[in-house]
């Protein structure tokens, strides 16, 4: 062999080598690339349900209208306050994912610890973010979820939000827009409980 064929097979065999690190390294760096957009997902979804909250609470106080849009590909669902679901009175949002920051099987808390139907005014927010998970296939499903429940002060005094739409029947969306209105504040002597409606438009 000629020292310009020896090269030449030099120049193959490195190429080739090259090459095959390539096709072994190329698959593991995009699904890492792909973990990594996905955990920023789960954070941008989570900030939103934050940011949901803030809102309901703050049109609940000032008796006014916001809108607002997640951009994240997915599906909410409206739970209202009246229908016999384990879900009422929330509204959750599923997507897909690489990754999830909870165990999977069952909804775990992400903003307070107390899950109780009723809680202490002053101690407890009135809502619960939870988080969910199960795996299909090479994909996890996701499942963020926002629940209100009542708030009693010292004295015994209930308040509540209550989550409406616009027929009061379970809603889906897929466009990630929510518009929350003020509907009314009332008093229920019976139960001793101040109630805000609140209607979550898709």
């Given at each position: 062999?000629?020292?310009?064929?020896?090269?030449?097979v030099?120049?193959?065999?490195?190429?080739?080598?090259?090459?095959?690190t390539?096709?072994?390294?190329?698959?593991?760096?995009?699904?890492?690339?792909?973990?990594?957009?996905?955990?920023?997902?789960?954070?941008?979804?989570?900030?939103?349900?934050?940011?949901?909250?803030?809102?309901?609470?703050?049109?609940?106080?000032?008796?006014?209208?916001?809108?607002?849009?997640?951009?994240?590909?997915?599906?909410?669902?409206?739970?209202?306050?009246?229908?016999?679901?384990?879900?009422?009175?929330?509204?959750?949002?599923?997507?897909?994912?690489?990754?999830?920051?909870?165990?999977?099987?069952?909804?775990?808390?992400?903003?307070?610890?107390n899950?109780?139907?009723?809680?202490?005014?002053?101690i407890?927010?009135?809502?619960v973010?939870?988080?969910?998970?199960?795996?299909?296939?090479?994909?996890?499903?996701?499942?963020y979820?926002?629940?209100?429940?009542?708030?009693?002060?010292?004295a015994?005094?209930?308040?509540?939000?209550?989550?409406?739409?616009?027929?009061?029947?379970?809603?889906?969306?897929?466009?990630?827009?929510?518009?929350?209105?003020?509907?009314?504040?009332?008093?229920?002597?019976?139960?001793?409980?101040?109630i805000?409606?609140?209607?979550?438009?898709?």
């Amino acid at each position: 062999m000629t020292k310009g064929q020896q090269q030449l097979v030099s120049v193959v065999i490195i190429i080739t080598i090259a090459l095959g690190t390539i096709a072994l390294v190329l698959p593991w760096t995009l699904t890492m690339i792909q973990k990594k957009k996905d955990m920023k997902t789960l954070d941008d979804v989570y900030n939103f349900f934050q940011k949901l909250d803030e809102t309901i609470k703050y049109v609940e106080k000032h008796q006014g209208e916001e809108s607002l849009t997640l951009k994240t590909p997915g599906k909410f669902t409206i739970y209202p306050e009246s229908l016999l679901d384990e879900n009422n009175n929330s509204i959750i949002f599923e997507f897909k994912s690489k990754v999830s920051n909870v165990a999977e099987g069952y909804w775990v808390p992400l903003n307070t610890p107390n899950t109780n139907l009723t809680a202490t005014l002053g101690i407890d927010p009135p809502s619960v973010i939870f988080a969910k998970a199960q795996k299909t296939g090479d994909e996890i499903n996701v499942w963020y979820k926002l629940w209100y429940r009542e708030l009693d002060d010292q004295a015994g005094h209930g308040y509540r939000i209550v989550l409406n739409t616009t027929d009061n029947v379970k809603k889906t969306t897929t466009t990630g827009f929510l518009r929350i209105q003020w509907l009314k504040s009332s008093y229920v002597p019976a139960q001793d409980l101040t109630i805000t409606e609140i209607r979550v438009l898709v």
